[in-house]
């Protein structure tokens, strides 16, 4: 069984070589020095074997854990080497900014409207929201953002913020993502006084 000290005295050789840990887990140590804590298993008749992580980024006790998660579905008769790539094309497919520039090069403006909401985009939806997965966005989230960009009197580019947004995810839905939190609806009444 392994230790946090045996792992920091494991040495590169020449080829990679294992070590056993416990419950079938093992780190393999690369000729590069890199120490990859992974798994072999037996799904659907197919030897696999997952990559759980590499040690420094990932504690020897996290790498337990996350093969407890690991064994979880396997007995469920799902590959956890094929969720791992699921989750991961998943994730890069709901970040708010994909969707966004998805949407705007399929927008259909003029070169006027086009070049106004580009620079709405640049200064009161990209810097927010860009970076951020689709369900992070709430609803309180969008409001507080839009109060903000209305805060600086700019009550036009606080409405075409909160639109803009809403378009982006009316196009992941039609797209059939699943999106855990919709992003709800904010009515104009919550940005612009009348």
Request: with cysteine; charged share 30%.
């Amino acid at each position: 069984m392994l230790t946090d000290t045996r792992l920091k005295s494991l040495k590169p050789k020449e080829r990679l070589y294992k070590v056993a840990d416990r419950d079938g887990m093992y780190v393999a140590v690369l000729p590069s020095g890199t120490v990859s804590f992974r798994y072999d298993y037996r799904l659907n008749g197919r030897q696999e074997t997952l990559a759980i992580g590499k040690y420094g980024p990932i504690t020897l006790s996290e790498a337990r854990e996350r093969l407890r998660e690991v064994k979880r579905l396997i007995e469920q008769g799902i590959s956890p080497a094929i969720e791992k790539q699921r989750q991961k094309l998943q994730a890069k497919s709901t970040y708010f900014g994909d969707w966004l520039t998805h949407w705007f090069d399929d927008a259909n403006y003029k070169d006027s409207a086009r070049r106004m909401i580009q620079g709405i985009i640049k200064r009161d939806v990209a810097p927010k929201f860009g970076n951020k997965l689709l369900s992070e966005i709430t609803p309180d989230i969008r409001r507080n953002h839009c109060d903000k960009v209305k805060s600086r009197g700019a009550s036009a580019s606080a409405v075409k913020t909160r639109d803009i947004v809403g378009i982006v995810f009316t196009c992941a839905k039609s797209a059939r993502r699943e999106i855990r939190q919709s992003g709800g609806i904010i009515s104009g009444k919550h940005i612009a006084q009348t």
